[in-house]
């Protein structure tokens, strides 16, 4: 009996050992996980980049500006067979990056408009029905645009007003 006696206290001892250990292991996972949650804040509070403070008085960075166009009616080419004439009238805004290009624009407006006039008299009312062929519209008279006005250069031709009888 006394041997069965020892066998149990051996037991209880690798199990008292075993008990004791993932005790250990779960307090070094704690402190792991603690240490870098504190290394987060540090880096959060700390080290990340923060926003530049804004200066009231420093001059201003290039701003977008735009350029209004008159407005225009065009008589748009008549399809087959119809007698009736169809008219197109636009207000245009022309959108440049930086607003010190709005000087070197203006005075090429004739040009720009001679581009758009010769350009639209030759659609018919058919090729502009849907909103793909407006971005279609947009993205020829800005190509027009840029042509007439190298080198400056315009970034986008907004319609203001769009109206076809």
Do not use: C
């Not at 041997?3 to 250990?21: F, K, R, V």
């Not at 792991?32 to 990340?48: I, N, T, Y």
């Not at 000087?103 to 090729?127: G, H, M, S, V």
């Amino acid at each position: 009996m006394a041997d069965t006696a020892t066998a149990a206290d051996d037991d209880g001892a690798a199990t008292s050992t075993a008990g004791q250990s993932k005790k250990k292991l779960m307090m070094i996972a704690l402190a792991a996980v603690v240490a870098l949650a504190m290394a987060g804040g540090v880096w959060w509070f700390l080290l990340r980049k923060k926003p530049e403070p804004v200066d009231a008085h420093a001059p201003p960075k290039e701003q977008v500006g735009f350029v209004e166009m008159r407005e225009m009616t065009i008589n748009l080419a008549q399809a087959q067979g119809v007698d009736r004439q169809n008219y197109l009238k636009l207000r245009i805004a022309l959108e440049v990056a930086d607003g010190k290009m709005i000087p070197k624009i203006q005075p090429l407006l004739p040009r720009i408009e001679d581009a758009f006039q010769t350009y639209l008299r030759e659609l018919r009312p058919n090729e502009l029905e849907g909103s793909a062929a407006v971005i279609r519209l947009k993205e020829e008279l800005l190509k027009r645009t840029n042509i007439a006005v190298y080198p400056a250069k315009v970034d986008a031709v907004l319609f203001k007003e769009v109206l076809m009888q």
